[in-house]
């Protein structure tokens, strides 16, 4: 009886994109397997995908209800216990469960103005590097202009003329924050588009938009991806700072509308420390665990580190 072996399409009869794709497959193994010998990067790793299942979980975890004033049922500023294991707060609601759905706001905070800040900061770095004259030239002066200007006056007088809301906390965070990226891109797109290849596509005939999406962007977006995990952490901290200061959205609960509300009714002077350790416990470990990832990524993604 024989067999017929199972047909197994040399790579000489493979498509294009099929190469493309287990080139991209082998390219995310190596850098998973590199990511792994980092115990930092993957502490932080971990850490993070505790506090995203808690915001996903925490219409399970927590009711709703539990934010509602009117719904209350513990005491003003009650110590923890069996019943409430972190306290309350001034209205007698549970601030674990204010823990829970807080991590939801701030967290989509973060990701949603990083998101805008990726791409404001990605797009003017490489038209700043990549093109020559004075279009250039101005988009870095508007970036050295960004970068000196203090963040917090700026957007203070942003979140001041927009107003109180949620998504305008998001469109200044992200406004605000894309100098720095634009900087990093720009650096590396000047030094991508004198290599070899470069040249050689630009001989052959290659127009600026095909350089620029084929050659340059590919090779500085590994960066960029490294870059964004640095930015949700400061993203994250943007967002608790401006809720503190009270220009947060007042209808909906986050960790650092819920420092503004502990400063406000005056919970370190009364020794309510319930009401103020555990949000700012879970910012720090939020923008730890952040910070932790984006180290390793840079170290995966630039070969000079690794070799250090």
């Not at 809301?165 to 634009?182: H, K």
């Not at 640095?230 to 909906?252: H, K, M, Q």
């Amino acid at each position: 009886m024989t067999t017929t072996p199972t047909s197994v399409a040399p790579a000489a009869q493979l498509t294009p994109r099929q190469v493309a794709r287990r080139r991209r497959a082998q390219s995310a193994r190596r850098t998973w397997a590199s990511f792994r010998s980092h115990k930092s990067g993957l502490f932080g790793l971990g850490l993070l995908l505790f506090f995203v299942a808690i915001a996903l979980l925490a219409p399970l975890l927590a009711s709703s209800e539990g934010l509602e004033v009117t719904k209350a049922t513990g005491g003003v500023l009650e110590p923890p216990s069996a019943e409430y294991p972190l306290g309350t707060d001034e209205n007698g609601r549970s601030i674990l469960t204010l823990l829970m759905w807080g991590a939801r706001i701030s967290l989509f905070v973060g990701l949603l103005a990083t998101l805008i800040s990726m791409i404001i900061g990605t797009l003017i770095g490489l038209a700043s590097g990549f093109f020559e004259g004075w279009p250039a030239r101005v988009l870095f002066r508007v970036t050295e202009w960004f970068l000196v200007i203090p963040f917090v006056p700026l957007a203070i007088v942003l979140a001041t003329v927009l107003g109180r809301s949620l998504i305008n906390i998001v469109i200044v965070v992200g406004v605000t924050g894309w100098a720095s990226t634009a900087m990093l891109i720009r650096s590396q797109t000047l030094s991508i588009k004198e290599r070899p290849y470069v040249e050689r596509a630009r001989v052959l005939g290659a127009g600026r938009w095909h350089q620029m999406s084929r050659h340059v962007l590919p090779n500085v977006m590994p960066m960029v991806f490294a870059n964004t995990t640095l930015t949700v952490a400061l993203a994250i901290l943007a967002e608790t700072t401006l809720s503190f200061l009270g220009l947060g959205d007042p209808t909906r609960v986050s960790w650092g509308t819920m420092l503004e509300d502990a400063f406000a009714v005056g919970a370190m002077t009364t020794g309510a420390w319930w009401y103020i350790v555990p949000p700012g416990v879970c910012v720090v470990l939020v923008v730890l665990a952040f910070t932790l990832v984006g180290q390793a990524l840079e170290e995966v993604f630039n070969p000079r580190l690794r070799e250090r």
